[in-house]
């Protein structure tokens, strides 16, 4: 039964990478196809923006970066709790709640951007019926936010897998030391 639990630990890795990297990637590419001042038309006190691309890839980012949170946790909580480590480092604390800050601003701004390039109609706008732009940096942010809510969550699951390892060498140390 041990193991298939040592498969279980790179694949889940792999798969927060993956959907990291692909939500990084979205990001940028939304960055791209956002709408642009020359998508914006007037008439009168009216405006209308079309929906652009970065409408679909922005959803996209939030629902594959929320996938990867969702893994990054779930392995955290494995790790901390399912293997028997119920003893949380301060490390461990600080990289679980930098991955849920990273991740909650980055969800606000993905979120925000990606529903600023929806259509929006004449004399309905985004907001009290004026028209929005996502200003130049927003996916991008959200980009980096990625990169470090990625990293953060790797950290605090690695953490606890290398205590656990050296918590297991520790006590087989004093275990055999005992035996002679």
Request: aromatic share 8%.
């Amino acid at each position: 039964m041990e193991k298939q639990h040592r498969y279980i630990f790179p694949l889940i890795v792999a798969v927060i990478v993956a959907l990291g990297v692909v939500s990084f990637a979205l990001c940028i590419a939304a960055e791209f196809k956002k709408s642009q001042k020359e998508d914006l038309r007037l008439d009168g006190e009216f405006c209308y923006l079309p929906r652009s691309e970065a409408f679909g890839l922005g959803i996209a980012a939030l629902v594959s970066f929320s996938g990867a949170q969702v893994a990054g946790n779930l392995l955290v909580i494995g790790r901390t709790f399912v293997l028997g480590k119920r003893r949380k480092s301060k490390l461990v604390i600080f990289s679980v709640v930098l991955s849920w800050v990273s991740f909650g601003v980055a969800a606000i701004l993905m979120g925000t951007g990606t529903s600023m390039n929806k259509s929006q109609p004449l004399g309905e706008g985004w907001l009290d019926g004026e028209c929005y732009m996502v200003k130049n940096g927003v996916f991008s942010a959200s980009a980096i936010l990625i990169i470090i809510n990625v990293a953060s969550t790797l950290a605090s699951a690695l953490i606890n897998t290398t205590q656990k390892r050296q918590l297991v060498e520790q006590a087989t140390k004093v275990h055999a030391h005992g035996s002679k």
